[in-house]
């Protein structure tokens, strides 16, 4: 297997990051207005947005995505980062690329002074939940939402 390079996301990168975002919402049976899709890539590119995004390239193509947001916690001083989207291709899961992308945001908001990083999973997602459960704790909270 070749290496894996994980690299934050600039301008250049839409034509690799927009098909893994679009892969990512099928993976969870949803769509999203495109004016989401064009206002979350423009956030990821503002420095001063604290959304973050970054691709991990095989061979120079991009096999995995991730989006994350720094923001503050009510629990603590510093602040926390939610690991919003996570997607690796198909044909390079369980290559090590999703561990890597992970690792990546550990270290990128450690450096950017965050004292967690915490995410969500689908219950059915068993394959990403194999992963989590070896390199994350599992604190057994239970998620309600409301859309408004």
Known sequence: MSQIDIHQVSADDHAAWLPLWHAYLRFYNTELPEAVTQSTWQRLLDTNEPTHSALAWIDGKAVGMVNFIYHRSNW?????????????????????????????????????????????THETNATAIQLYERIAERPGFIQFRKAL
Do not use: F, M
């Not at 996570?86 to 992308?101: A, D």
């Open 76 to 120: 603590s001083i510093e602040n926390a980062c939610y690991l919003q989207d996570l997607l690796v291709t198909p044909e390079t899961r369980g290559t090590g690329v999703g561990r890597k992308l992970i690792e990546y945001v550990y270290a990128t908001a450690k450096a950017h002074g965050c004292c967690k990083v915490h995410w969500l």
